[in-house]
């Protein structure tokens, strides 16, 4: 059974960091990528970053340069770095995987990430 477990998340202030991290209970090479989203109250989910298989990393423009997302294949493990926070950036942060096999989408439970002005 896939689950995703996403952890890190927590209340800081404007400029602060954050990491989070999605623990897999398989191995992250049976998702063909692997990404963070985020829903802020009344508003739809969006991408925030992805990885793929290959390693190759995408960011959504309001997060590029701020935000990393990496793995650790050793603990079936991928991260979200989030530095240089915003207020804007209250959400609850979801981990995804888009598996391998058959193209099946895995949710984490989601990790609430509040950032005071």
């Known amino acids: 059974q896939v689950q995703l477990v996403e952890s890190g998340g927590g209340l800081v202030q404007a400029g602060g960091s954050l990491r989070l991290s999605c623990a897999a209970s398989?191995?992250?090479?049976?998702?063909?990528?692997m990404g963070w989203y985020r829903q802020a109250p009344g508003k739809e989910r969006e991408l925030l970053a992805t990885?793929?298989?290959?390693?190759?990393?995408k960011y959504e423009d309001s997060v590029k340069g701020r935000f990393t997302i990496s793995r650790d294949s050793a603990k079936n493990t991928v991260y979200l770095q989030m530095n240089s926070l915003k207020p804007e950036d209250t959400a609850v942060y979801y981990c995804?995987?888009?598996?391998?096999?058959?193209?099946?989408?895995?949710w984490g439970q989601g990790t609430q990430v509040t950032v005071s002005s």
């Open positions: 995804n995987g888009r598996r391998y096999l058959d193209g099946n989408d895995y």
């Open positions: 398989v191995s992250i090479f049976n998702f063909n990528s």
């Open positions: 990885i793929a298989r290959g390693a190759t990393t």
